[in-house]
C-alpha cells in the first residue's frame, strides 16, 4: 500500500517534471502593437499645430485614418509571415483569425482614409460633395505616388470583395488564395505615396526612416520564413510519399518518407501545410496534422476525404515528391499545465489526438482520450489508440450515435461522471467547429477554467 | 467564446474608432498654429520683416512634386513660416508651421491662417490678398510662400530673371521661363503695354504624336485667357493639363519680369 502510493508519488513528480508550460506571447505582443498605434498617433500630434475649421478636421480624420491604416497593414501582412513565435506559440489558428480581423479593420480604415482625404480636399478646392470624383480623379494624376496607391487600392478592395463569407464560400479555396496573394502586390503600391504625399513623413524624417524600418522588417520575416526556410527544410529532408492506407470508409493515412525528420523540430500536434506534386495537386497547399508522433524516418497524416483535395490523396502513387511547410500550430504537450489531461476528439479531429495520446508524458490513468464519431466504423485508427491505451495504462472512451441515430449526450454532468475529477485536467480539443463549441460549453460548465481548454480551430 | 459575435465586434471597433478620431480632432487647439514645429534654427533675432534664410527642404526639388518649407519669416507679433505641397506645377496644399501667437494674436492666427492657406491654393502664387487685421501675418506669410515656391523651381532658371525696366507705358516683349512638362517644353511671350498684358503667345509647346492636336487646341485658348485675364490665374484647358499647368507658369515668369 504505501509503496504503491510513493511509487504514484514519484511517477506524479517524474511526470510534472517533463511538463514545461510555456505562456503563450499574445499579451506582451499585444502590448506591442497598441504601443506602436499610439506612437503612430503622437506622430500626427506632434506634426499638427492646430485645426482651423470643419476641412482641416475632415483631412486630419484623413490623415489619422491614414496613419494607422498604413501601421496596420504592415503588421496584417505580419501575420501570415509564419514566424515560428506566432505559429508555434500564440497558434496558427488565432493567428489567423487575428489575421483576418485586423485584415477587415485595415481595409475599412483605408476606405475611410480615401473618403475622408478627398472630401476634404474637395472642400479645400471649393467643390461640393459631388465633386469628390472630379477631387480624386485629380489627386491621384497630381500628387506623387497616387497612381500606384490607386491601383493598389483597388487590389485590397478586390481582394476584401473576395474574403466576404459568401463570395468565399462560393470560390473554390485556390482561386480565393492566389487572389490573396495580391496582397502582396497591393501593400507594394500603397507604400510609396505614404512616404511621398503623408504630410508627418515629409516634415519628420525620423518617422520615414521608421516606416521605411517596419515595411523593411516585415518584407524580411516574409521573405525568410515563407520562402527561405521552406526551400531549405524540402532540400534538407527530401519528402516522398512512401504508401497510402485506407483507414475507414473516406479516411486515408499517407505515410511520407524522408531524411533525419527528427531535424524539423515536429511534436505530437504539430501540423504541416503539405503540397503534393502529383498533377492537379501541386498548386495548393493544404494543412494537415501529424497523426502520430514523428519517427526519423517516416510522418503520417491522416485526412478525411472531404474536400477535392483530400480526395486527390487517395489516388497518390508511393514516391510523389512532397513540398511541406512546418511544423506549426501551438496544440502541443508545451501547453500542458497538470498532470491530468484530457483529450477530446471529434471525428477527423482525431489525427493530432491520436499523436498526444501516444506521447504526453503521465503516469498511469493521467491521460484520458474521448473520441466522438458517428458509428464504430468512423472511429478511425481505433485499433492503434486501444494498443496505446493498454501499453500506457491510459483511458479511451468513444461516443458515436445509437443505432437510431441519436446524438450522444456529451453534457457537463455526463463529463464529470466519465471523469471524476475533471476540473484538474488540462483538456486538449480538436474537432468540427459545431462540436467544439458544444464540448467547450459543457467542459466550461463541468468547472475546466478557460485557460486549460486547449483548442485549435480552422474556421473563422 | 459568444462575447466573440461579429457584428458586435464590428459596433465595438467602429465605436471606438470613430470616437477615438473625434476625441483627437477636438483635442487639438483651434486656434493658430502652434510654433512648437523648428526645423532649423533662426538665426539672429531683430525686429521688422526680415528674413532669415533657413535650409530645409532645399531646392533641386523636381517640379514634379515636392513638400516644400519656406523661410522663417519675422513680423512684429511673432514668426511665420509656410509649407506647401506643389504638385504639377500648382500648389496643392499650403500650411502655416509658424505663426504669430499669444493674446490677441491667437484668434487672429486662426482666423487669417486658413483663408491664406486658401488663397495660395487657389492662387497658385504668392500674390494674394491680405486678410485685413492680419496685415504683419499676411505679409509674412507671403514671403515666407514665396521663398518656399522659389525653392521648388529649377535651380538657376528664376535667378535669371532679367529685369530690364525703362519707360513703363511703352510696349515690351518679354518671354518667360522654359517649363518642362510630360509632354514636352513650353515657353509664353508677352506683350505688357502700359502694366497691362496685351498680347500672349507660347513660343514652345508639346509636339508630335497627340500633343499637336492638342497643342493646337489648347495653345489659342489659353492666349485669350491669359490676356483676358491680365495674369497667370487662368483655368486650365480640360484634356491639356500638363500644357496649362506649363504655360501658367511660363507665363507667370513672363509677367514677373515684365512687372520689375
Keep these: 500500500m504505501t509503496t504503491t502510493l510513493a511509487g504514484g508519488r514519484a511517477a506524479r513528480r517524474q511526470t510534472m517534471r517533463r511538463i514545461r508550460p510555456r505562456r503563450s506571447p499574445a499579451v506582451p505582443l499585444l502590448l506591442v502593437v497598441w504601443a506602436g498605434a499610439a506612437a503612430v498617433l503622437w506622430l500626427w500630434w506632434h506634426n499638427t499645430p492646430s485645426i482651423a475649421d470643419d476641412t482641416a478636421r475632415i483631412v486630419n480624420a484623413g490623415r489619422i485614418t491614414g496613419l494607422l491604416a498604413g501601421y496596420l497593414m504592415a503588421l496584417v501582412v505580419l501575420q501570415m509571415a509564419r514566424v515560428p513565435a506566432l505559429e508555434r506559440r500564440v497558434g496558427s489558428d488565432r493567428v489567423a483569425r487575428w489575421h483576418a480581423m485586423s485584415g477587415r479593420y485595415t481595409l475599412s480604415l483605408v476606405v475611410a482614409h480615401v473618403f475622408l482625404t478627398m472630401w476634404g480636399y474637395a472642400r479645400q478646392a471649393g467643390r461640393p460633395l459631388s465633386g469628390l470624383v472630379t477631387q480624386t480623379v485629380e489627386s491621384v494624376e497630381q500628387l506623387p505616388g497616387m497612381t500606384k496607391a490607386a491601383v493598389g487600392t483597388g487590389l485590397l478592395v478586390l481582394i476584401g470583395l473576395s474574403s466576404v463569407g459568401p463570395v468565399r464560400r462560393r470560390l473554390p479555396y485556390d482561386t480565393w488564395y492566389h487572389v490573396h496573394l495580391l496582397t502582396y502586390a497591393a501593400v507594394f503600391l500603397t507604400f510609396w505615396h505614404q512616404v511621398a504625399a503623408g504630410n508627418d513623413f515629409a516634415v519628420e524624417p525620423v518617422a520615414t526612416t521608421f516606416w521605411y524600418a517596419l515595411y523593411g522588417g516585415v518584407t524580411a520575416l516574409v521573405l525568410w520564413y515563407r520562402v527561405l526556410v521552406p526551400v531549405r527544410l524540402n532540400l534538407r529532408h527530401r519528402l516522398r510519399v512512401e504508401a497510402v492506407i485506407e483507414e475507414t470508409p473516406g479516411i486515408v493515412s499517407v505515410l511520407i518518407r524522408g531524411r533525419r525528420l527528427h531535424r524539423m523540430g515536429a511534436e505530437a500536434g504539430h501540423f504541416f501545410r503539405w503540397r503534393f506534386l502529383a498533377p492537379g495537386m501541386r498548386f495548393s497547399s493544404h494543412p494537415y496534422s501529424l497523426s502520430a508522433a514523428p519517427r526519423p524516418e517516416m510522418l503520417r497524416i491522416t485526412v478525411k476525404a472531404i474536400g477535392d483535395h483530400s480526395a486527390g490523396l487517395r489516388a497518390l502513387t508511393p514516391g510523389t515528391r512532397v513540398w511541406a511547410e512546418g511544423p506549426y500550430g501551438a496544440l502541443t504537450a508545451q501547453r500542458r499545465s497538470r498532470g491530468k489531461v484530457l483529450l477530446v476528439a471529434g471525428g477527423v479531429g482525431i489525427t493530432p489526438m491520436r499523436a498526444l495520446f501516444e506521447t504526453l508524458p503521465g503516469a498511469a490513468g493521467d491521460i484520458t482520450l474521448l473520441y466522438r464519431a458517428n458509428t464504430t466504423q468512423d472511429l478511425a485508427l481505433w485499433s492503434e489508440l486501444a494498443a496505446i491505451a493498454t501499453e500506457r495504462g491510459a483511458r479511451l472512451m468513444y461516443a458515436v450515435n445509437s443505432p437510431e441515430g441519436e446524438r450522444p449526450d456529451i453534457s457537463a454532468e455526463n463529463l464529470r461522471r466519465k471523469v471524476p475529477d475533471i476540473e484538474r485536467h488540462d483538456v486538449f480539443l480538436c474537432g468540427p467547429p459545431g462540436f467544439a463549441q458544444s464540448v467547450f460549453e459543457a467542459l466550461r460548465d463541468a468547472g475546466v477554467p478557460a485557460r486549460r481548454i486547449h483548442q485549435e480551430s480552422f474556421e473563422m | ?260
Design chain 2, 1 to 260: 467564446m459568444r462575447k466573440s459575435h461579429p457584428l458586435r465586434r464590428i459596433v465595438l471597433a467602429t465605436a471606438a474608432t470613430v470616437s477615438g478620431v473625434v476625441l483627437l480632432l477636438s483635442l487639438k487647439p483651434g486656434g493658430g498654429p502652434a510654433a512648437s514645429e523648428a526645423t532649423g534654427a533662426v538665426p539672429g533675432a531683430s525686429a521688422g520683416a526680415r528674413e532669415s534664410a533657413q535650409g530645409g527642404q532645399a531646392g533641386g526639388v523636381p517640379a514634379g512634386s515636392a513638400t516644400v518649407t519656406g523661410n522663417v519669416v519675422r513680423t512684429e507679433y511673432g514668426d511665420v513660416q509656410v509649407r506647401i505641397t506643389v504638385a504639377g506645377g500648382r500648389i496643392v496644399r499650403a500650411d502655416a508651421v509658424r505663426a504669430p501667437r499669444g493674446g490677441l494674436s491667437d484668434t487672429k492666427s486662426a482666423d487669417a491662417v486658413p483663408k491664406l492657406n486658401r488663397q495660395a491654393v487657389a492662387a497658385g502664387s504668392a500674390r494674394i490678398d491680405s486678410v485685413s487685421g492680419a496685415t504683419y501675418t499676411s505679409e509674412g506669410y507671403k514671403k515666407s510662400l514665396q521663398s518656399a515656391l522659389d525653392r521648388t523651381e529649377p535651380a538657376g532658371a528664376s535667378a535669371a530673371a532679367a529685369r530690364a525696366s525703362a519707360d513703363p507705358s511703352a510696349p515690351r516683349t518679354v518671354t518667360g521661363d522654359v517649363v518642362r512638362t510630360e509632354y514636352g517644353d513650353v515657353q509664353v511671350r508677352v506683350t505688357v503695354t502700359d502694366g497691362k498684358l496685351t498680347r500672349a503667345a507660347a513660343v514652345r509647346a508639346p509636339q508630335g504624336g497627340l500633343s499637336d492636336q492638342k497643342t493646337a487646341d489648347a495653345v489659342p485658348k489659353l492666349n485669350a485667357r491669359a490676356v483676358a485675364a491680365g495674369s497667370a490665374r487662368i483655368d486650365s484647358v480640360s484634356g491639356a493639363t500638363y500644357t496649362s499647368e506649363g504655360y501658367k507658369k511660363s507665363l507667370q515668369s513672363a509677367l514677373d519680369r515684365a512687372g520689375g
